[in-house]
């Protein structure tokens, strides 16, 4: 094989086991790896999340069960891995099929090496575009973190995710007390200085399973997977004592800042995101009425929230 810097990481999806070799035998040529191949969607699927590939080669009508259209779905759905159709027709409704399905080219049978080589390189700079343009939508660029958007995306695979596995999960909602004086105190420089900083202490006392978001503003959300509603609040009582503690100098200055936090739990406080959002964020504002720098969580049946710390 040769090699070349341009080596990917290709897996075959072709039930005609002389096609599939002809096809391993050019991408070679071309200085490629053929790092597997499968003659079913079934079993490719589960070599492709065990290999993560490059790009995948997907034969669009398999034998079995599942077709090369429904395969590339689930690997966009999984893992985002770019797929290209192989097809024998020219067909626009099957081109139709294809698009939709997440494909990023397709190759018409019988086709040249030159042809190929030339749809590889366009599906995997479409590919690194599309997830260059993906992070610059969900990364909050002040911070680094990820953003609203993204929360709102991954609540409902979290809650998916617990309901498999019979486990629950908790929501914290934090925000920066008197922020407002702080600015108008400092000037906004400061505060966008201060929100950098709370940022980095807070994902310095989560787990790295657990999700900080940048909820907007001085506000920040956490989702903590596989946690119950004991464990969620003391470990945002802790997020909370250790932001009080860090010391955070700007231009000479410095300013002792504090959180105030609401907690809501999965399945106790709902499932939905909206449910747990709402229930969080009614118990973070019962901790700001409450005189601040506390954690409350939500009351279990939807009432009133319950105290739950304060220095």
Known sequence: MKQTAATRRIFIVE????IAMELQDRLE???HQVCGSAAHAERALEQIGALRPDLVLMDVNLAGGMSGVEAAERVRDSWAIPVVF?????DPALIARAAQAGSFGYLVKPFEGRELHATI?????RCAEE?????QAIIDPLTGLHNRRFLDEALPRERARAQREGSEFAVAMLDIDHFKKLNDTYGHDAGDHAIRAVAGAIRGRL????LLCRFGGEEFTVILPATKPAQALGKIQSVCDGIRATRIVYHGAEMRLTLSAGISAA??????PEALLRAADAALYRAKREGRDRVYAAEPGGGAA???AAP
């Open 306 to 308: 319950m105290r739950v």
């Open 207 to 210: 787990r790295e399973s657990d």
């Open 267 to 272: 399945p106790r406080d709902g499932t939905s």
């Open 121 to 125: 390189e366009m599906a995997l700079a």
């Open 15 to 18: 039930d005609e086991a002389l």
């Open 86 to 90: 192989l097809t024998a027709y020219s």
């Open 29 to 31: 040529d071309l200085g």
């Open 131 to 135: 997830k260059r343009l993906r992070a």
